[in-house]
């Protein structure tokens, strides 16, 4: 139903993603109002925030040690169990973070409407869907009515052409992409990534672009479905099958906008003058190349605040800069394809002494697909740590925390004060930046390892 | 988490002032108090790690804990406040300690829509007003739903931007969810056009 000057239009959602953190509330007021869920075949439930990522946990050999963990966990299975949801539950071999498993599963789909109560909804947005995060009592809307109430978003076209050099990844991409618009250069906005570098991206690569459209302050972001999107979507379990795939990747051709078509805004980035990205302040827009220093000055009015959370100086060259925490993980870069990157780094080498790696899966599928790799062999004589799949340490929630003052380079998403753990410093980067300052213990640009 | 808060039409207040600006949920409320199955008692973690010291004990320097601060209800932040996680613990967080309106000149799209659902208004100013704010921290204003308005202790009136379905339920205390199931029958007919699609 459309916007009107009186009321917001009320958009209907395909498919609802739910995790244990932001949806006890939500069940709470089906409960209190004496509702029903109205569509529990477009919703579909995992755990990932709160989870344990140590195997003996995750399997039961040892109880949850974080007793507020392991009640939400149990809350959830009580309301999927209620309301007849799938929960794909901690002993699932398909569970994984919300945001891994709905493309894995085939259930994130081309010109789909896609909510979860996450901001990293927008990595959907990849298979050209409109996706988005929301919150708990948006979550309730959805449950109790499959809908919500939208006004309609301002476009915003980045266009991303050259080819990116060798050691340079997507994550390079969009961490420079923000560092030109900033951290609410999106707010409004729902992006769309377009241009040759971005055609030429893996799905996994168009979903760690997709996945940060949030860091910039956009609703959602967006890559036109293609090919490439359609053969990764096909045969999966909950993708079309037989004469329904036919007439959905007929219907999924109409999506991409016409030639000519007109943003609110438009914003270009060249992909091959890139280098290796790497944040060194509080927020994601405070970002430079690997090669380059902590700027001398700026009229970020937390610019001080920044540098003196992370303990840098103004002018700063970051390279050789001490590293005491790696993190290969998180909606943003946990995929097959990362652990791929990272482990070509680390094949017979080992992590410099002092240094804590933790390698999570996305997905327990992903594990296990490394796993035939032998990609978790690398790791663990790297002297890395293997886990079970979930969030862990970019939130920090399941007790996966950096200690205070020290310094970690993290795959995933955002470096605000705190964000991995109290006194924490994160310094975004790509799984090859990562696994490189692994090696040699202090930020290292992962060209000179390739 | 039942019905929607209660309305109002205005809310007079001395101001709180957080002068940073990019102010994200995951200082708003750190997500080690996200585990909670329910909404209540959230006030107590907000601005957690810049409110309490290692020991627990109250940061004599942070501006929520002076004297000054007790009773104000609004809250005066930099641009782009909000900004981050969907978590709506945060505004959860906000309401439960007190606070009734922010006054930016940003905010981040989920956390402006999820204060909307909580009797929080998010209130949008121009660099002007909001730089007079900024430097005039515990001053008298009210933020007036009926004009749309920040009214200031001069009797100036600076506008704000406020969806109107927004505004009428923040003012009527009316909950969106009852709209949504007014609309039973058009979703029901959706839903039937949906599912010819055959995929």
């Known amino acids: ?450 | 988490m039942s019905a929607a808060p209660k309305g109002f039409e205005a809310v007079t207040s001395r101001t709180v002032v957080l002068p940073r600006t990019d102010i994200d949920t995951d200082q708003i409320i750190p997500a080690r108090f996200l585990r909670t199955t329910t909404r209540e008692g959230l006030g107590q973690q907000l601005f957690a790690d810049w409110r309490y010291l290692a020991d627990g004990s109250p940061n004599p320097d942070f501006v929520l804990n002076r004297p000054e601060a007790a009773g104000c209800r609004i809250l005066v932040g930099g641009r782009n406040f909000g900004c981050g996680s969907s978590r709506e613990h945060a505004p959860w967080a906000l309401v439960d300690f007190g606070i009734q309106a922010v006054v930016s000149t940003e905010f981040a799209d989920i956390f402006r829509a999820n204060s909307l659902k909580n009797g929080l208004v998010p209130v949008i100013v121009d660099q002007a007003t909001h730089a007079w704010l900024l430097a005039n921290p515990g001053v008298e204003i009210t933020v007036d739903l009926k004009t749309a308005s920040v009214i200031l202790p001069d009797g100036r009136s600076a506008p704000f931007p406020i969806d109107p379905f927004a505004r009428y339920c923040l003012m009527q205390g009316v909950d969106q969810l009852g709209y949504l199931l007014s609309k039973n029958d058009e979703i029901t007919a959706w839903e039937q056009r949906r599912a010819a699609r055959g995929y």
């Open chain 1, 1 to 450: 139903m459309p916007q009107t000057s009186d009321t917001p239009a009320v958009l209907y959602i395909d498919l609802h993603l739910i995790h244990e953190v932001t949806s006890p509330q939500a069940f709470s007021v089906l409960r209190e109002r004496g509702l029903r869920l109205r569509r529990p075949d477009l919703t579909l439930a995992t755990m990932d925030h709160s989870t344990p990522t140590l195997t003996e946990q995750v399997f039961g050999g040892a109880p949850i040690t974080i007793e507020s963990a392991a009640k939400q966990v149990r809350q959830l299975e009580i309301n999927c169990a209620e309301f007849g949801v799938e929960l794909l539950d901690l002993a699932s071999d398909k569970r994984g973070i919300v945001h891994v498993i709905g493309p894995e599963l085939g259930a994130t789909q081309p010109g789909k409407t896609i909510v979860c109560g996450d901001s990293h909804t927008s990595t959907h947005g990849a298979f050209g869907a409109l996706a988005f995060g929301i919150g708990t009592t948006e979550v309730g809307h959805v449950f109790a009515t499959q809908c919500l109430l939208q006004s309609k978003p301002k476009t915003l076209a980045v266009t991303v052409d050259g080819r990116l050099a060798p050691g340079v990844t997507a994550k390079d991409i969009v961490l420079a992409i923000i560092g030109q618009i900033g951290v609410a250069g999106g707010t409004g906005h729902v992006i769309e990534f377009r241009g040759e570098a971005i055609r030429a991206l893996s799905m996994d690569e168009r979903m760690t672009i997709c996945n940060m459209s949030i860091e910039a302050g956009a609703r959602a972001g967006m890559i036109a479905p293609d090919e490439t999107t359609y053969a990764y979507l096909k045969g999966r379990p909950f993708a079309p099958q037989g004469e329904a795939w036919e007439r959905a990747v007929a219907d999924w051709k109409t999506l991409p906008g016409d030639p000519g078509a007109v943003f609110d805004r438009e914003v270009k980035l060249d992909a091959s003058t890139l280098e290796p990205m790497i944040t060194w302040g509080t927020h994601p827009g405070m970002v430079t190349g690997i090669t380059g220093t902590v700027p001398a000055a700026s009229d970020d009015p937390v610019f001080e605040r920044a540098l003196s959370y992370m303990g840098f100086e103004a002018g700063q060259k970051l390279a050789g800069s001490r590293v005491d925490v790696v993190f290969v993980g998180s909606c943003t870069n946990s995929r097959l394809t990362d652990l791929r990157a990272a482990a070509a780094v680390l094949k017979g080498r080992k992590i410099a002494r002092g240094v804590q790696m933790l390698v999570v899966p996305g997905s327990q599928q992903i594990k296990k697909a490394a796993e035939a790799e032998g990609l978790d062999q690398i790791f663990k004589a790297a002297g890395a740590e293997w886990r079970e799949s979930g969030c862990s340490m970019c939130l920090g929630m399941n007790g996966d925390t950096v200690e205070k003052g020290r310094y970690a380079v993290s795959t995933s998403n955002r470096n605000f004060e705190g964000r991995q753990g109290v006194g924490a410093r994160t310094l975004l980067a790509s799984p090859l930046t990562a696994a490189a300052s692994a090696v040699r213990g202090s930020i290292t640009d992962p060209r000179e390892l390739l």
